[in-house]
């Protein structure tokens, strides 16, 4: 067993030799690829291999001067000082607390007051408004502003009664101690008046 081995090892490695002779030396026996042929060269792209670096940008260098001035461990140092409140602003001015109502008018399907503003007549319709205040209703004589969720109502006034400051009229006790008037007499006839100093008979 052993002697069939060494003999098919040996016919392998001819075999092999013979492989590589066919490789190596050409039918004329000349050496084949004797003549070196260098590679083509390549173009290697630098950029592409270079990290993106991070685009330069301006700084904010009022922090480093703050840091400057302001030394994080010195002994004097205190936080800044608070900044100023803002202003209050002012209320919008409230006219509907001292206007007074002049009149209530409806028509065509529509309402509206007349009222007097700051020494000004207006009229208003309807979701029309007045320094904010909004008409919303009008019942009767009672008229009703919103503004805000806030409801302000106003009363129309009712017409004054005027008092007569003519001359006194007669009593009947004044018109006792005077005599009646004479009715004029059958026989003649009532006068009439007259024109030109003369009287028609």
């Given amino acids: 067993m052993k002697r069939y081995s060494l003999h098919l090892l040996l016919c392998v490695n001819a075999i092999l030799a013979l492989v590589l002779l066919w490789m190596w030396i050409?039918?004329?026996?000349?050496?084949?690829?004797?003549?070196?042929?260098?590679?083509?060269?390549r173009k290697s792209d630098v950029a592409g291999l270079l990290p993106v670096l991070p685009a330069v940008g301006t700084a904010d260098t009022r922090a480093f001067i703050a840091m400057l001035e302001r030394p994080l461990f010195s002994a004097t140092r205190r936080p800044p000082p608070p900044p100023p409140p803002p202003s209050a602003s002012e209320p919008p001015q409230d006219n509907l607390s001292s206007a007074r109502l002049s009149g209530v008018y409806s028509g065509g399907g529509e309402g509206g007051v007349i009222i007097l503003v700051a020494g000004k007549q207006r009229r208003?319709?309807?979701?029309?408004?007045?320094?904010?205040?909004?008409?919303?209703?009008?019942?009767?004589?009672?008229?009703?502003?919103?503004?805000?969720?806030?409801?302000?109502?106003l009363l129309l006034p009712r017409a004054a009664v005027t008092v007569y400051s003519g001359a006194p009229l007669p009593s009947p006790a004044s018109n006792a101690g005077q005599p009646p008037a004479t009715p004029p007499s059958a026989g003649n006839p009532p006068r009439r008046a007259v024109w030109g100093g003369t009287r028609a008979p």
Avoid: A
């Fill in 124 to 153: 208003l319709r309807m979701n029309d408004n007045i320094d904010g205040w909004v008409l919303k209703s009008i019942q009767d004589r009672v008229v009703s502003f919103s503004r805000g969720g806030e409801t302000r109502t």
């Fill in 26 to 41: 050409s039918p004329d026996g000349t050496l084949r690829n004797v003549r070196w042929q260098p590679p083509e060269p």
